[in-house]
T-cell receptor, first 113, second 111 residues
C-alpha cells in the first residue's frame, strides 16, 4: 500500500530557532516528492518539489532533502518566524494513474515568540 | 487575480439534503481535482478531470458526482448528505503531472 508518514505530528519551537521535519514513504513507482505549507483555514501551497534525481532543494529559509534509496525526505526550517506556524505536508507523486498524489498527515508547527 | 476559487467557503446543511460546491480556475490549467480533508487532516483525492475527461475516480460513494462543464470549472454535487461527509473539500488545478494549485477550501458541516 502506498503510504506517506510524517513525524513529528506536532512541534513547538521558539522564534529564531531551526527545526527539521521528517517524511518516510513507501510509494512506488515514485515520480516526485513535494512539501506543502498549509496555513489554518487555507489550501496547501507548494514549497518545494524534487524528482528522483534531486537530493536537495531550497526555497528561502526552507530546505528539503530527499534520499530515494531509503525513501526518506526532510524539511528544514531555518531561523523560524511566527509566520512559519502552519501544517507542513509531505506529498509523494505516484508514477501512474495520472500522477496521483499521496499525502502525509502533516506536521503542525507552532512558532512562539 | 489568477487563482483557484471555490464557493461557498462555508456550507452548513441538514442530513439528507443535496448540495453543490463550485470551483473555477483561471490559470489556464488542463487538469482539475477534488480532495477531501478529514478531521485528521489527511488530504485524499476524490476525482480528477483532464480536459473535461474523468481520469481519477477514487472509491467515493456515488452520492458524489463531479461535473466539468469546461476546462476552467469543476463542480461537486453531493446527494443525500450524511454526517460523515462533514469535512473540508479542496479543489486544485494543474497542468497534467505538474504542480497543483489549491483553492481556499469549502468547510462542509452536516447536522
Amino acid at each position: 500500500k502506498n503510504q506517506v508518514e510524517q513525524s513529528p505530528q506536532s512541534l513547538i519551537i521558539l522564534e529564531g530557532k531551526n527545526c527539521t521535519l521528517q517524511c518516510n514513504y513507501t510509494v512506488s513507482p515514485f515520480s516526485n516528492l513535494r512539501w506543502y505549507k498549509q496555513d489554518t483555514g487555507r489550501g496547501p501551497v507548494s514549497l518545494t518539489i524534487m524528482t528522483f534525481s534531486e537530493n536537495t532543494k531550497s526555497n528561502g529559509r526552507y530546505t528539503a532533502t530527499l534520499d530515494a534509496d531509503t525513501k526518506q525526505s526532510s524539511l528544514h526550517i531555518t531561523a523560524s518566524q511566527l509566520s512559519d506556524s502552519a501544517s507542513y505536508i509531505c506529498v509523494v507523486s505516484y508514477k501512474a494513474a495520472g500522477n496521483k498524489l499521496t499525502f502525509g498527515g502533516g506536521t503542525r508547527v507552532l512558532v512562539k515568540p | 487575480d489568477t487563482a483557484v476559487s471555490q464557493t461557498p467557503k462555508y456550507l452548513v446543511t441538514q442530513m439528507g439534503n443535496d448540495k453543490s460546491i463550485k470551483c473555477e480556475q483561471n490559470l489556464g490549467h488542463d487538469t482539475m481535482y477534488w480532495y477531501k480533508q478529514d478531521s485528521k487532516k489527511f488530504l485524499k483525492i476524490m476525482f480528477s478531470y483532464n480536459n473535461k475527461e474523468l481520469i481519477i475516480n477514487e472509491t467515493v460513494p456515488n452520492r458524489f458526482s463531479p461535473k466539468s462543464p469546461d476546462k476552467a470549472h469543476l463542480n461537486l454535487h453531493i446527494n443525500s448528505l450524511e454526517l460523515g461527509d462533514s469535512a473540508v473539500y479542496f479543489c486544485a488545478s494543474s497542468l497534467l503531472g505538474n504542480e497543483q494549485f489549491f483553492g481556499p477550501g469549502t468547510r462542509l458541516t452536516v447536522l
